[in-house]
């Protein structure tokens, strides 16, 4: 099905099941733990080996000596995979470090050696007796310190519009502020973990993956076998956030291990190893600098960043929403990126927006006050319909205002004293912040296959994953609409690489491309329908397990009477998004209070007003919001990959150390959806969530704790010893 | 993790002869560290000798007055007791500060003062650290430091102890019931039972090879008001930046130890004669001798604010 002009009235807009709040179809599965994970499918092939890779001890430099003799000897092991016997070995599209190193090493705990044994503990053991003798180089792990030699990215040029120094320098209000990011881990539940076995020239990959046809091409170019012998499912997934999207060492080591040892080999990386030897969301250094007349209009805004990665690798795209969010003649945003001996960066939950946004709506905070003025008034005044860059190209729905408006009025924001630190209740200083949401809404082809029976049951099978989003319930609800059967009457079959190939699961795409593919595929399982009926006339209408046309009504179920029918269809795309420029919009609003002895800070309410299209599934879409204004906070608060300068690698390397928010820290939340289609994005009028819900958070904590205290942090995480020494004096 | 083998304890005397003779081996009871030491192999003990069925998980009264908390009772059991919320307050609010629910069920008494620091470079076997392999040197001076310590740090070692029980313990003047090898028993003064890291930060306690802890002591019950404010990142599950335990009585007087600073709960008995004054000057005295690198300097400020507002919420 191709798309190319705004959807018309179609079968979704009966929302007779779509838009439902509908409780997680898999939702049985996961609470009695038989949702079958990748490490656990011990059900899957015999004779299961195990594991276990060795990270490299230093962060850059060379293996010089590598000694396997005791680990291959000791009880249990039956292989030990390196450089050394692992085979020519090429490199993913998606990797920048080779899952593999040695003799050259790229990063710390970047894996050198895979020891397979009977038992996890076995391999484990053997592992540490593998003696490596390294000779360390100097590295460059400080990114301040590497700013200056940064340089633009490869197809990532500066974006400029009118005079943005002269309009800049001319302006009567200016700010010119530098915020940090630092280094951020995934830290989702499930480890990275894989089962491979071999059959002949043929592989198979049990694993945890958000996208299983990047992770099949990665894996053909990284083994050099060809696409068609290589199979990877992945139907649950505990946790991504950006993690999983590519193939990484725990899927790699296993394939070579299988290889080696002869037999099925599962392997599943270690906490410790999750941190440094994966990808992380890269740390920033942003200035921004706004200009704007003294009524408080946007004349010129500049938005720089500066991130590191590994040789051939890509920045933090934090200027992202810059480009798009507010109106301003006079424009420019730049990126530099810095080489690093860190660890790869990548995609993390909301990627370029979630750290720009946080820089940037300070700032707009900060030039609000500058301005004296409300700083949801300084945003709705500069508030824009079409994108600022090429006036004339309209947004397809944009409503921000509205989303800061509302989000006002349910917040209490009148009430909140604009002066800092002027709202105490006992030990506590109280403060509210606001900032704006903006993610992207990306369009991209995704396919699915659609089987009716002789039950009337509908059977899709896609490679589209649910990594804990609800993904398989909007699907089951796509397919029971436009089918006209209950929900009950739908299976959902994800994450096999052996089904049509889909958008997958990243970039907060996945719901409305993933979707819009299966209302395609039920679309041709429509007309199948229709001729096997014999229904010529006009489009057949599908209610309650029935077809009916021109009068007549028959059981759904009796097309499939002879035999399954079957369709296959995905969603194209046409220039819909080169014409429009697609978003999701948010206000979020958090109410802090800050201990005015120690410095502690804790939520005490937040609130997000989303615009993202039609809203699938009211339930697992507020669960993917609150989820995200979760992370939000942590990003805010407390996350942090604490870099050794020194020894480049990311110290706190466990969840002891790597802080994520607890219960206590997350107080009530709530989420509101605008009443919202968007006929541009897709037949199903759908855009994401799931990371507009951490865009903005962060800046509105900052903002919170600002107003608090009066304290302006712009070095993230906002910890109690950034704003101590400007606390009350105690008595 | 090393193959090991196992065995339960019969009796403590048993158990402490066994721990002194046979090569390599460790106590286990709640294994909420232990077990995730072995896990990193930075713990590989040969043998483990299960203490749990020893009979120590009693609280009893002692004829001064005071309490005997037994080795093996658990942190929940011990903050959950009457007695001990009545007139130990500060060692209850303590406990509940620690840990998550889950762990302060299985971890116990004993083992929470003999769990080993959090320091990371200690957790990363890649890195030099003495505590884990003396004389490798010490990464995290120069290193990552925020959490560490402040005072009676070493140039060989600035690590915490990250307990928060001890720090109650300590300023409760708890007392520790020992078996020797020999069957002999003796009891140790809390303030010596952990040793200051010097040039052999590997040598935590007092303990000798073999001895096991059987009980902690308290004194009859001092009164006063009694206060634990832990001070961290996030709300719960976490372990102290600063943490402060306070006992003040209604004449202002009182003591104070301090968590989250030093290789062992901190307490200046010296100090104490400037309760009256305030949080300033018995901070003063507390960390007079402090040495915090760049990164955990505010926890001297930290620590004196916090216990400004502790001896604040004493008054009322």
């Known amino acids: 099905m191709k798309f190319d002009t705004p959807a018309a009235a179609n079968p979704i807009d009966q929302l007779k099941v779509v838009g439902k709040a509908t409780d997680r179809i898999d939702g049985p599965l996961k609470t009695t733990g038989t949702a079958p994970y990748a490490y656990e499918r011990h059900d899957v092939v015999a004779n299961q080996a195990h594991g276990f890779i060795l990270g490299s001890a230093i962060a850059k430099g060379r293996i010089s000596r590598m000694d396997i003799a005791a680990a291959k000897v000791a009880p249990g092991v039956i292989a030990v995979v390196t450089a050394e016997n692992a085979g020519t070995l090429g490199k993913g599209k998606w990797n920048t470090a080779a899952l593999l190193g040695g003799p050259e090493i790229q990063h710390y705990h970047q894996a050198v050696a895979l020891v397979v044994a009977e038992t996890f503990e076995q391999a484990r053991d053997a592992a540490g007796l593998i003696k490596v003798d390294y000779q360390a180089e100097a590295g460059a792990y400080d990114l301040a310190a590497a700013r200056n030699g940064a340089t633009v990215a490869k197809g990532e040029p500066d974006s400029t519009v009118g005079d943005f120094n002269g309009a800049y320098t001319a302006a009567p209000v200016q700010l010119d502020a530098t915020y940090t990011t630092p280094d951020q881990g995934h830290a989702m539940m499930e480890p990275h973990a894989t089962i491979a076995a071999w059959n002949g020239d043929k592989l198979t990959l049990w694993t945890a993956n958000q996208m299983i046809n990047w992770g099949v091409k990665d894996v053909s170019q990284t083994l050099n076998i060809p696409e068609e012998n290589i199979r990877l499912i992945s139907p649950y997934i505990g946790g991504g956030f950006g993690g999983k999207l590519f193939v990484r060492s725990d899927a790699l080591m296993a394939a070579l291990g299988a290889k080696v040892a002869g037999r099925p080999v599962k392997v599943a990386l270690t906490r410790p190893l999750m941190f440094n030897n994966t990808t992380h969301r890269p740390a920033t250094i942003q200035r921004i600098r706004i200009g704007a007349t003294r009524e408080g209009r946007i004349t010129a805004i500049g938005h720089e960043s500066w991130s590191g990665d590994l040789p051939g690798g890509k920045p933090e795209t934090a200027v992202q929403q810059t480009r798009l969010l507010y109106a301003g003649a006079n424009r420019l945003t730049a990126m530099r990126l810095a080489v690093l001996d860190l660890p790869e960066g990548n995609a993390m939950r909301a990627p370029g927006e979630a750290p720009g946004l946080m820089a940037l709506e300070v700032a707009m905070d900060e030039m609000a006050e500058k301005l004296g003025m409300d700083p949801i008034q300084f945003r709705i005044l500069n508030d824009t319909q079409e994108d600022p860059e090429k006036p004339g190209r309209p947004y397809s729905q944009r409503q921000l205002t509205e989303c800061l408006r509302q989000g006002a009025e349910r917040f209490g924001w009148a009430k909140r004293d604009p002066k800092p630190a002027s709202v105490r209740e006992g030990r506590w200083l109280v403060g509210m912040g606001m900032a704006a949401g903006f993610r992207n809404n990306l369009v991209t082809k995704s396919a699915a296959r659609v089987r009716l029976d002789g039950q009337g049951m509908v059977t899709v099978e896609t490679d589209m994953t649910d990594i804990g989003t609800g993904t398989y319930t909007i699907i089951a609800q796509t397919a029971a609409e436009t089918m006209g059967v209950p929900l009950d009457k739908v299976a959902v079959r994800l994450g096999d690489s052996n089904f049509p190939v889909s958008c997958g699961s990243g970039g907060q795409w996945g719901a409305n491309n993933s979707t819009a593919g299966v209302y395609a595929a039920c679309m041709k399982l429509r007309q199948s329908v229709a001729r096997k009926l014999g229904f010529n006339a006009a489009e057949p209408h599908f209610a309650d397990g029935h077809v009916s046309s021109g009068g007549h009504t028959v059981p759904l179920a009796q097309a499939a009477k002879d035999g399954d029918l079957v369709a296959e269809d995905q969603i194209e795309y046409g220039d819909l998004d080169k014409k429009y420029q697609q978003s999701t919009f948010a206000g979020h609003f958090v109410e802090v209070a800050v201990d005015s002895a120690t410095g502690e800070i804790r939520l005490r309410r937040m609130l997000a007003v989303c615009a993202a299209g039609r809203i699938l599934n009211p339930k697992s879409a507020r669960s993917q919001v609150i989820g995200a204004m979760t992370m939000g906070a942590g990003a805010a608060l407390m996350e942090e990959l604490a870099v050794d300068k020194r020894r480049g690698f990311f110290v706190n390397h466990d969840l002891a150390g790597y802080e994520v928010p607890v219960h206590a820290d997350i107080p009530h939340q709530e989420v509101v959806f605008l009443d919202e289609v968007d006929p541009i994005s897709s037949p199903m009028k759908a855009k994401g969530v799931g990371e507009l819900g951490i865009c903005g958070v962060g800046a509105a904590v900052a903002n919170a704790v600002y107003n608090a205290t009066g304290v302006r942090v712009r070095d993230y995480p906002v910890t109690l010893d950034k704003v101590l020494d400007h606390l009350p004096e105690m008595t | ?316």
């Not at chain 2, 037994?70 to 942190?75: F, K, Q, S, Y």
């Not at chain 2, 003047?173 to 040039?199: F, K, N, S, W």
């Not at chain 2, 300097?297 to 620590?303: G, P, S, T």
Request: aromatic share 4%; hydrophobic share 40%.
């Open chain 2, 1 to 316: 993790m090393r193959p090991f083998t196992y065995e339960r304890a019969t009796s403590p005397a048993d158990a402490s002869a066994k721990a002194a003779s046979i090569p390599g081996a460790r106590f286990i009871a709640g294994g909420t560290n232990l077990l995730d030491l072995m896990k990193l192999q930075i713990e590989t003990p040969a043998h483990l000798i299960d203490v749990n069925g020893l009979g120590l998980d009693k609280i009893e009264e002692t004829p001064d007055g005071g309490l005997r908390v037994g080795a093996l009772v658990r942190n929940t059991d011990l903050a959950a007791d009457m007695r001990v919320r009545r007139h130990y307050a500060v060692l209850s609010r303590a406990l509940v500060a620690g840990a998550s629910g889950q762990l302060r069920n299985v971890a116990t008494t004993a083992g929470n003062l003999l769990q080993r620091t959090r320091c990371p470079y200690f957790y990363d076997p890649n890195q030099p650290c003495n505590k884990r392999q003396p004389g490798s040197g010490c990464s995290a001076i120069g290193g990552v430091s925020r959490q560490l310590g402040v005072v009676g740090t070493s140039e060989a070692c600035i690590a915490t102890h990250p307990s928060d029980m001890a720090v109650a313990m300590r300023v409760l003047d708890a007392t520790v019931e020992t078996v020797r090898p020999g069957g002999a028993t003796r009891a140790i003064p809390i303030a010596e039972l952990h040793r200051l890291p010097g040039d052999t930060p590997h040598v935590e306690t007092s303990l000798e090879r073999g001895e096991l802890i059987t009980a902690v002591t308290l004194p009859k019950p001092v009164g006063g008001a009694q206060l634990y404010h832990k001070v961290r990142d996030r709300a719960s599950y976490a372990f102290a930046l600063v943490s402060v335990a306070a006992i003040v009585q209604p004449d202002g007087t009182g003591r104070v130890a301090l968590g989250g600073v030093a290789p062992k709960p901190w307490r200046v008995e010296a100090a104490e004669a400037h309760m009256k004054q305030g949080a300033k000057a018995v901070t003063a005295g507390l960390l007079a001798d402090a040495r915090p690198t760049d990164d955990n300097r505010f926890k001297v400020r930290l620590a004196e604010r916090t216990l400004a507002a502790v001896l604040a919420e004493a008054r009322g």
